[in-house]
């Protein structure tokens, strides 16, 4: 008679690699060891099991599916597995220990660009997300239903301050808030209806908004057709370690600059 182990043996079977999404210690003990054919990988926001190979995330994602999409990414970035490889996730759905196991295969169409932005940026990683849902929800409904763009430079704002000019009173010149305030999301879709670029801080500070960005575009490539917003975000983000989020007014997609090149490109329709 077959037992549950044998029914559900396909999900494990041909494991290029196994990646524990924060195991607790004595949980990965167990399996430090395992067959040498498949890597033991730990995957969290801090390797406290002191595992050999570990991808760092640097948010714990609530959704289980982008926490496992985002861990396979970054295993790729790091070159730990790559496309084609199957590799088993196990992880925590519902409580602390470890109660859900699920097969993926390493892809490169997984390879979106995001886990480089979020890992590598300058700004805290939480502060670049919350950027992110400002521009993906208002690219989604616009402004008063009209189509609207946005320029938000996020990190190294001291230096990017310098690189820029006022073009109107700042409205956050005396404030002391920060991006993900449910206020400030509301402020910032407000605003976005004028012209320039919002500065933000590595912790989300916002310092400005309505600054007009001028750094040397010389040596920037980013794709042709996109304008000054996206040329002038590509290049500021060459002159400084900031990461610049642009929602585009005429095709409605959010780009992320940095080190001057165009990093990632998503449909705010899909999420
Ligand atoms: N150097 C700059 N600094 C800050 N904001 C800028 C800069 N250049 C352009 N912008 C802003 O971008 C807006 C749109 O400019 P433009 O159409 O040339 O850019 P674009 O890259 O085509 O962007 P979109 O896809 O949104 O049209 C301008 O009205 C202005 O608000
Ligand atoms: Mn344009």
């Known amino acids: ?49 002191g595992a050999d190979e570990f991808v760092e995330l640097p948010l714990e994602f609530d959704n289980a599916r982008e926490r496992i999409r985002f861990g396979i990414e970054g295993g790729m970035e790091q070159g730990i597995v790559e496309d084609g490889d199957v590799v088993v996730c196990a992880v925590s759905m519902f409580e602390d220990g470890t109660d859900t196991v699920t097969r993926a295969r390493a892809s490169d169409s997984m390879h979106s660009g995001v886990y480089d932005l979020f890992a590598n940026s300058r700004a805290d990683p939480g502060v670049i997300r919350d950027v992110f849902e400002v521009a993906i929800e208002l690219g989604k409904k616009g402004q008063k239903g009209k189509p609207v763009g946005a320029l938000f430079v996020v990190g190294d704002a001291g230096k990017v301050m310098n690189k820029s000019r006022p ?36 912790a989300g500070k916002i310092v400005s908004a309505y600054r007009y960005l001028e750094p040397s575009a010389e040596g920037v490539d980013i794709p042709k057709g996109l304008g000054a917003r996206h040329m002038a975000a590509g290049a500021i983000t060459r002159e400084t370690n900031a990461t610049a989020v642009v929602l585009s007014e005429s095709d409605g997609l959010v780009r992320a600059f940095k080190g001057g090149e165009l990093v990632l490109e998503i449909d705010p329709e899909e999420y």
């Open 1 to 49: 008679m077959a037992d549950v182990s044998e029914l559900l043996g396909d999900v494990t079977e041909d494991a290029d690699a196994v990646f524990l999404f924060s195991p607790s210690g004595s949980y990965y003990d167990r399996y430090a060891d395992l067959d040498a054919d498949v890597d033991l990988v730990v995957v969290g926001p801090e390797n406290s099991v």
């Open 167 to 202: 073009l109107s009173y700042n409205p956050f010149e005396k404030s002391h808030v920060h991006v993900g305030d449910p206020i400030v999301n509301v402020m910032l879709k407000e605003f976005s209806r004028l012209d320039g670029a919002f500065i933000i801080s590595d």
